[in-house]
């Protein structure tokens, strides 16, 4: 299995030029979601950056805040913290609320 680049901080220039997104998740390396996401993106012409993102096992909420202060657009959630995306969520989906867990997460006001 391949191992990718992740980030375990944030920084501004992160953020900078490009919509922003990311996957939250730990272990995070594997992922390919970035891969995925960016080749999708060129097919639709938009320029996006996709980040892999492992917080701490008891970061995740501070890590995500600061995702989205910094002008994250939206994220991909992932195991361990799909159930502490749905606590920190202001609105659920129907499906959410049935599973008490949530994968996608993104701000239009608040998370």
């Known amino acids: 299995m391949n191992h990718y680049p992740f980030l375990t901080t944030l920084e501004p220039s ?3 030029r490009k919509q922003t997104y990311a996957v939250f998740g730990h272990p995070i390396g594997h992922s390919k979601s970035p891969l995925i996401h960016e080749q999708f ?20 909420a501070a890590m ?9 657009q939206g994220a991909n959630i ?3 913290f799909k159930l502490d ?3 920190l969520c202001q ?3 129907s499906r959410a609320r049935l599973a008490g867990a949530v994968n996608t997460v993104w701000q239009d006001e608040g998370v």
Request: overall charge positive; hydrophobic content about 45%.
């Open 64 to 72: 995500l805040t600061q995702f989205f202060a910094l002008g994250g």
């Open 85 to 87: 995306a749905y606590q």
């Open 41 to 60: 993106a060129m097919q639709i012409q938009r320029d996006i950056k996709y980040l892999r993102i492992q917080p701490s096992l008891d970061g995740f």
């Open 91 to 93: 609105q659920l989906s």
């Open 14 to 16: 992160f953020f900078a």
């Open 78 to 80: 992932t195991i361990p």
